[in-house]
């Protein structure tokens, strides 16, 4: 929008600045990845600020709760992304293989190929149980054991193997990203996810 400035000469115009802006899932992605890099003690307002585009004032005009509300908001964003990427696919219809082979191209998006660290682990606090976000972190976990389980049921384990195999995965999948992390290069978990098919059918009745 242009306006004339008063007291300055004829013709002289300014444009008003326009606030910058950024829609909420594109705000929320941005926060994200801080708190992925830094975990939340290490992810500092002036870090989440200058990430997401935005002044502090703007950012706690967005989150007036402050820097734990976003990792909340962060966290629930996460979580509807795994209940329809991961989650339902498990669940489906679909020969339990098929769902396996689903779930690996899943993980490897969601972590970008072993890119990304595990955000569920950089917000739990040590120990997790006295952190602010374990109801959620632990509700998230359970609900991907569970989705596991019902597909290795499918394919023909009991219970006990499939919910077995299925924290077994989990616990690879969050070791291959720690030592991605401490290591500097995805191989482990490029390695983690072509052996994860192998991992949670061999032996299938």
Same mark, same amino acid.
């Given at each position: 929008?242009?306006?004339?400035? &008063?007291?300055?000469?004829?013709?002289?115009?300014?444009?008003?600045?326009?606030?910058?802006?950024i829609?909420?899932?594109?705000?929320?992605?941005?926060?994200?990845?801080?708190?992925?890099?830094?975990?939340?003690?290490? &992810?500092?307002? %002036?870090?989440?600020?200058?990430?997401?585009?935005?002044?502090?004032?703007?950012?706690?005009?967005?989150?007036?709760?402050?820097?734990?509300?976003?990792? $909340?908001?962060?966290?629930?964003?996460?979580?509807?992304?795994?209940?329809?990427?991961?989650?339902?696919?498990?669940?489906?219809?679909?020969p339990?293989?098929?769902?396996?082979?689903?779930?690996?191209?899943?993980?490897?998006?969601?972590?970008? &190929?072993? $890119?990304?660290?595990?955000?569920?682990?950089?917000?739990?606090?040590?120990?997790?149980?006295e952190?602010?976000? %374990?109801?959620e972190?632990? $509700?998230?976990? %359970?609900?991907?054991?569970?989705?596991?389980?019902?597909?290795?049921?499918? %394919?023909?384990?009991?219970?006990?193997?499939?919910?077995?195999?299925?924290?077994?995965?989990?616990m690879?999948?969050?070791?291959?990203?720690?030592?991605?992390?401490?290591?500097?290069?995805?191989?482990?978990?490029?390695?983690? #996810?072509?052996? #994860?098919?192998?991992?949670?059918?061999?032996? $299938?009745?």
């Amino acid at each position: 929008m242009r306006r004339r400035v &008063a007291g300055v000469g004829a013709g002289v115009e300014m444009h008003m600045a326009r606030r910058a802006t950024i829609d909420d899932a594109r705000l929320l992605e941005k926060l994200g990845c801080v708190f992925r890099e830094c975990g939340y003690e290490g &992810a500092s307002l %002036a870090v989440l600020a200058k990430a997401a585009g935005l002044q502090k004032a703007s950012l706690y005009h967005r989150f007036p709760g402050g820097k734990e509300q976003m990792a $909340r908001e962060v966290l629930a964003a996460a979580e509807a992304l795994i209940a329809r990427d991961i989650l339902m696919p498990l669940k489906s219809k679909a020969p339990p293989a098929e769902r396996v082979d689903i779930l690996v191209r899943q993980l490897n998006g969601f972590y970008s &190929a072993g $890119r990304q660290a595990c955000l569920l682990n950089m917000l739990s606090a040590a120990p997790t149980q006295e952190g602010p976000f %374990a109801k959620e972190i632990k $509700r998230a976990f %359970a609900a991907i054991i569970a989705a596991l389980a019902v597909a290795l049921r499918d %394919a023909g384990f009991d219970a006990r193997s499939a919910r077995v195999r299925s924290e077994r995965a989990v616990m690879l999948l969050q070791g291959s990203l720690v030592l991605c992390r401490g290591m500097g290069t995805t191989r482990p978990f490029r390695d983690f #996810l072509k052996r #994860l098919p192998q991992e949670l059918l061999a032996g $299938r009745a």
